[in-house]
């Protein structure tokens, strides 16, 4: 599957950002979707992932983040609130089919592009 995210930007501490990820292909439902983020100089991490019945959160986020999907659009998001610098990163969709180990980059096939968001204190 082919991944476009989009939705990044700049904010400010306390605001709120919606992400989306665009997939392109087929039974899209089957597929385990999934945020991660990368700040520079750091490794990629986790954020959330969302099968056909769970979702998960990393505990940095938990709280302040929600992952949803739209089946008939083949879109994830990942509504981001109460942000705060820290956050600041390039976030990355990813996508797998069926999985039930979530949280590793290596767990994924495929990835989107990033997009930057920036949170200003």
């Known amino acids: 599957v082919q991944l476009q995210a989009f939705g990044g930007g700049l904010v400010q501490a306390g605001g709120s950002l919606r992400l989306s990820c665009a997939a392109s292909?087929?039974?899209?439902?089957?597929?385990?979707m999934a945020w991660f983020r990368q700040a520079p100089g750091k490794e990629r991490e986790f954020v959330a992932a969302?099968?056909?019945?769970?979702?998960y959160y990393a505990d940095s986020v938990k709280g302040r983040f929600t992952m949803s999907r739209d089946n008939a659009t083949n879109t994830a998001y990942l509504q981001m609130n109460n942000l705060k610098p820290e956050d600041t990163a390039v976030y990355y969709c990813?996508?797998?089919?069926?999985?039930?180990?979530?949280?590793?980059?290596?767990?994924?096939?495929?990835w989107g592009q990033g997009t930057q968001v920036t949170v200003s204190s």
């Open positions: 990813a996508a797998v089919l069926k999985s039930s180990a979530v949280t590793r980059t290596k767990d994924y096939d495929d």
């Open positions: 292909g087929r039974a899209f439902s089957r597929y385990t």
């Open positions: 969302i099968s056909w019945s769970w979702t």
